[in-house]
């Protein structure tokens, strides 16, 4: 007897399809944590380079490098792109805005 394999249709956040409390945040740091990994890889560094680079103890590099992203902040993460060079452009606006004049554009 074979079963049959069902599927469940993602809500695009796997974290709140785990039920986490926290899945927006979450997802959140996931987006900027996979950022900033790929530009470290890109430079091929050392733990040791990076823990200078981003001013971040070594041990807190091999977290980052395992994409234990739940470590750091949001905040955290942004400044680390902005210690590689990477020029951030945030977007604001009310959900379900019609009126795109009521978005904000903030340059870090």
Known sequence: MTEETIFEE???NVFAD???EDADELLTRGKIGIVVLRLLKQRNLKQREISQL???P???VSHLMKGEFQRFSEG???MFLK???TEITLHLRPRNAENQSAETVISL
Request: net charge neutral; hydrophobic share 40%.
């Open 76 to 78: 955290k993460l942004l």
């Open 83 to 85: 210690r590689l060079d």
């Open 58 to 60: 070594q041990p807190e």
């Open 18 to 20: 785990l039920g986490l």
């Open 54 to 56: 981003l001013g971040i």
């Open 10 to 12: 993602s809500s695009g």
